[in-house]
């Protein structure tokens, strides 16, 4: 089954700096690929997600990118401010035959110093 | 709703007793996820819903634990005989086709004392 690993699992920025957390997947048909904010005491929240037809997408100051060949994908936070401070998750998903379902990376705790 | 509920928010119980947790997915949307979530660990998939097909429960740990859910409704999770390593996160999580984003619900926090 798949399998995703997540790095780091901590990580300490500067306000304004940016931060790279990066995944990679095991399972060459999973074709979406979520990252998700955890805030304290709350549900993941969809941040921003890609499919395997594409090898960039960006959003604000939230960028995606996959490497379908190396079976990895990275998230990017630019002009990182205090409010980013959160967990963040990775996900893969697979087709029909796994039932859709995500399967998480083991998170980054992002810190963001003022 | 607007979102998915999830209900109790918290749950504190006797190691051996039995809990029922309760999600209320947004309406319409056809599948439903159960995850669980250990303190500062990832999420693991439990069970999976779509329709009235036949359930996915390849995630669900032992025979403890099991799931329903009617049509595209309201999914229940029960954990029998609670043993303290089911303390943990519970998470709920719907959506409404093969290409549309997963929205989860809070969560249930369980504690088994």
């Known amino acids: 089954g798949e399998n995703v690993e997540q790095h780091p699992s901590t990580l300490s920025v500067q306000e304004g700096d940016s931060a790279v957390i990066k995944c990679t997947y095991s399972?060459?048909?999973?074709?979406?690929f979520p990252w998700y904010k955890q805030e304290l005491g709350k549900g993941p929240q969809l941040i921003i997600d890609?499919?395997?037809?594409?090898g960039e997408k960006k959003d604000q100051r939230i960028a995606v990118t996959l490497n379908k060949t190396a079976k990895h994908f990275s998230l990017h936070i630019t002009e990182t401010q205090p409010e980013d401070s959160a967990v963040y998750f990775c996900?893969?998903?697979?087709?029909?035959?796994?039932?859709?379902?995500?399967?998480f990376g083991s998170g980054t705790r992002l810190l963001v110093r003022p | 709703g607007a979102g998915v509920s999830q209900s109790p928010s918290n749950k504190v119980t006797e190691k051996g007793k039995d809990v029922e947790l309760r999600c209320d997915p947004i309406s319409g949307h056809t599948a439903l996820y159960w995850y669980r979530q250990r303190l500062g660990q990832g999420l693991e998939f439990l069970i999976y819903?779509?329709?009235?097909?036949?359930?996915?429960k390849s995630g669900l740990p032992s025979d403890r634990f099991s799931a329903e859910r009617t049509g595209e409704s309201v999914s229940t999770l029960t954990i029998q005989r609670t043993q303290q390593e089911d303390s943990a996160v519970y998470l709920c999580a719907s959506r409404a086709g093969v290409n549309y984003g997963y929205t989860f619900g809070s969560g249930t926090r369980l504690t088994v004392v």
């Open positions: 890609i499919r395997s037809n594409v």
């Open positions: 399972d060459s048909a999973s074709n979406y």
């Open positions: 819903f779509q329709g009235n097909s036949a359930p996915d």
């Open positions: 996900a893969a998903r697979g087709g029909e035959d796994s039932s859709y379902k995500l399967i």
